[in-house]
């Protein structure tokens, strides 16, 4: 059964850094791209970066220049590396990732989310 489990989220003042992993558990073919999005209270889920296998990421502009997506393939695991936090980063973060179970079988799956505080 596959699974990704996240870490790496927790308390930090605003001009700081964490780093979010997401390591996926259980047997993949191959991993297709990863997908972080975050969820602030009262507020809807938002796609914050993404990542392919090929390398290619994407930003929303609200992140875009402070925050790093990056997918290890060899170890199956994705990364969110974010500087220059900020209270507005304030949110549970979750990694979605898209991977092929099979050759031709891909799949959606998501990790059971991880919050980032960013307060003095």
């Known amino acids: 059964q596959v699974q990704l489990v996240e870490s790496g989220g927790g308390l930090v003042q605003p001009g700081g850094s964490l780093r979010l992993s997401c390591e996926v558990s259980?047997?993949?073919?191959?991993?297709?791209?990863m997908n972080w999005y975050r969820q602030a209270p009262g507020k809807a889920r938002e796609l914050v970066a993404r990542?392919?296998?090929?390398?290619?990421?994407n930003y929303s502009d609200s992140v875009k220049g402070r925050f790093t997506v990056s997918m290890d393939n060899a170890k199956n695991t994705g990364y969110l590396q974010m500087n220059s936090l900020r209270p507005e980063d304030t949110a549970v973060y979750y990694c979605?990732?898209?991977?092929?179970?099979?050759?031709?079988?891909?799949?959606?799956?998501w990790g059971q989310g991880t919050q980032v505080t960013v307060s003095s």
């Open positions: 979605n990732g898209n991977f092929y179970v099979t050759n031709y079988d891909r799949r959606d799956y």
């Open positions: 259980g047997s993949i073919f191959s991993m297709y791209a």
């Open positions: 990542v392919t296998s090929s390398g290619s990421t």
